[in-house]
């Protein structure tokens, strides 16, 4: 049954495990161009938040931007009646809102199933009051742009340096489709934030003086924004206290000299197993990215391994071995447990120089 707005929609299909959250996945910018499959059984039950709330610096409290970014919604079954103290509107209203289609009644466990076998791939999902013409979407689908060549950066990036705080110390987030979230969470250390665009140069950032920067997550393929690469590479060089998160990870790792590759079917969900090296902790972490930095490239750089995924041993943490720079593949401000990973920001706070910085 479709559900949301009457529309047809291409992305690439992929799926995510986490059990609660559909607000803030459907919000993440890392979701651009994609049709997200949610595997939990029941969707909608406790509807959409009051979208005007904002906390003191004017940032959305419940939604990661400012809309959904996602291009539809694959589900198995929808609660059309929602229940919460701060219900707003169903998920079915929000989607029409948005005009984004959605489909629920499908065997979610069988297509994770064939997406985990088969990969990640294009999707077509059509809503329509008349008869859908299979054969005529299927030609439809094989014309659609594919995901790995899309350009995201216009999308999802701020076109103009925004503020939020008055602080005499500023950190600058440079944005490739940065979460609400981490500008919560880095204002909470204490700091003035500029979040600028995904191109901004390396002079520009550095005239805001800031005691440190922290590069996005984002959608897409990292070797898409050589741009920012060059901002990160100078980063590096200067010796800047810096912090990657998701496709920021992954951007420093290329600027360091490694290599990225594209996962199968990705990390999507809030239950990813990372060990630390430092401490062999090991935490349950909040993930959503399709690429990850090539454990063997990292040999030659002068990067050493930080965290690493308990399931499949791929990268999940990054150090440098002489430059204050570290890079962390998986969402510390999305904190599942809820305070898991806050310490990676410590960890930035601690390169800055604060002698108050805590694990």
């Known amino acids: 049954m479709g559900f949301g707005y009457t529309s047809t929609t291409f992305g690439e299909a992929v799926f995510n495990t986490g059990m609660a959250g559909y607000t803030e996945a459907l919000t993440d910018p890392s979701y651009s161009g994609q049709i997200l499959t949610l595997t939990y059984p029941l ?47 169903t998920l079915d209203e929000w989607l029409y809102d948005e005009k984004i289609p959605g489909i629920s009644g499908i065997d979610t466990r069988a297509l994770t199933r064939k997406l985990r076998t ?17 054969n005529e979407l299927k030609k439809k689908l094989a014309a659609a742009k594919n995901y790995n060549s899309e350009e995201f950066m216009d999308v999802v990036s701020t076109k103009e340096p925004q503020i939020y705080g008055n ?84 951007i420093l790792g290329i600027a360091g000299g490694a290599d990225t590759f594209k996962l199968k079917y990705g990390h999507r969900g809030q239950n990813k197993s990372c060990l630390d090296l430092d401490n062999n902790q090991v935490y349950v972490t909040s993930q959503n990215h399709g690429y990850g930095i090539d454990p063997d490239s990292l040999k030659k750089t002068n990067f050493k391994l930080w965290f690493t995924n308990a399931d499949d041993k791929t990268v999940e943490g990054i150090k440098h071995k002489e430059k204050k720079c570290i890079a962390v593949q998986f969402h510390p401000e999305a904190s599942p447990g809820p305070f898991d990973c806050m310490f990676v920001f410590e960890e930035l706070k601690r390169l800055m120089g604060e002698e108050n910085a805590k694990r």
């Open 43 to 89: 969707v909608g039950n406790y509807g959409i938040p009051d979208q005007s709330a904002k906390d003191e610096d004017g940032i959305k409290k419940y939604f990661e931007s400012d809309k959904i970014q996602v291009r539809g919604l694959v589900v198995h079954e929808l609660s059309l009646t929602a229940s919460h103290w701060n219900l707003s509107m």
């Open 118 to 134: 088969s990969g990640v791939m294009m999707a077509a999902l059509a809503v329509s009051e008349t008869e859908i013409d299979e």
């Open 167 to 250: 602080e005499k110390d500023t950190v600058v987030i440079v944005d490739t489709g940065v979460k609400n979230a981490i500008l919560r969470s880095v204002r909470k250390l204490g700091y003035k934030v500029i979040k600028v665009p995904w191109n901004y140069s390396i002079e520009k950032i550095l005239s805001y003086n800031p005691k440190g920067v922290v590069l996005s997550n984002g959608p897409g393929d990292p070797q898409k924004c050589a741009e920012t690469m060059k901002t990160a590479k100078a980063l590096i060089d200067k010796n800047i206290p810096t912090l990657g998160i998701c496709l920021g990870a992954q």
